[in-house]
């Protein structure tokens, strides 16, 4: 079966600061693919990144970055010097060959503040 | 990308009545859609996988009955919602996959009255 925990349910930090969100994956698949998605309060998903299970390379995109560790079965998403616009919920999701379905994490609501 | 629209945005019904939300592939023939159920506060569940010219694949627990789903055309998926009841208020998402790649609608937000 195909999981994902993302254990923070809610953070609160104020502007300029880092952020982690943290994001666990539990999967018996040998090929699968993260990703990291944005939902602003306007409800749809913005696509942040896709990483796949051969490929452990960090990722850094601007603000944004990405820290891929198989051996903990973590996908971690940074954000450094957060800005209120960052605020909205993300989600970690997980696809396998498998299941062929997207599974998401309960996602974490950031809340960026002046 | 493929680019994926939904319509309506936003819709409010009585209760008892039926609406219907459609999904475009715009650039893309998708021969499988997803759509996707998002509750306040809550993450995205996978309803029912909608294949074009065949019945949909509905998830456990999802009243194939009461969510319809029809997939006539490779850029065309509508989900209707049947005698909505409050209880189906709902943020509805539809997807399309290219390969790996996942690509969503614009959501639509459901609240029926």
């Known amino acids: 079966a195909q999981k994902v925990t993302q254990a923070q349910t809610e953070i609160s930090v104020v502007e300029k600061e880092d952020v982690t969100l943290d994001c666990v994956y539990e999967?018996?698949?040998?090929?699968?693919?993260l990703f990291w998605y944005k939902q602003p309060p306007s409800g749809e998903l913005v696509f942040l990144i896709r990483r796949n299970s051969f490929d452990e390379q960090n990722e850094i995109s601007g603000r944004y970055s990405w820290n891929f560790q198989k051996s903990t079965s973590s996908f971690n998403f940074t954000i450094t010097a957060s800005q209120v616009v960052d605020s909205a919920v993300y989600f970690c999701?997980?696809?396998?060959?498998?299941?062929?379905?997207?599974?998401f994490g309960t996602g974490t609501r950031l809340q960026v503040t002046l | 990308g493929a680019v994926v629209s939904q319509h309506p945005s936003w819709v409010i019904c009585k209760s008892g009545t039926s609406v219907k939300i459609e999904c475009r592939s715009l650039d893309f023939q998708a021969t499988t859609m997803f759509w996707y159920r998002q509750f306040p506060k809550q993450s995205l569940m996978l309803m029912a996988t909608?294949?074009?010219?065949?019945?949909?694949?509905?998830e456990q627990g999802v009243e194939k009955d009461k969510f319809l789903i029809n997939h006539a055309s490779l850029t065309l998926s509508t989900l209707t919602v049947t005698s909505a009841h409050p209880e189906d208020s709902s943020f509805y998402i539809c997807s399309v996959r290219m390969n790996t790649e996942a690509f969503f609608g614009q959501g639509t937000r459901l609240t029926v009255v």
């Open positions: 999701a997980l696809l396998t060959g498998t299941a062929s379905k997207l599974t």
């Open positions: 909608s294949n074009e010219g065949s019945k949909a694949t509905y």
């Open positions: 999967t018996r698949d040998t090929t699968y693919y």
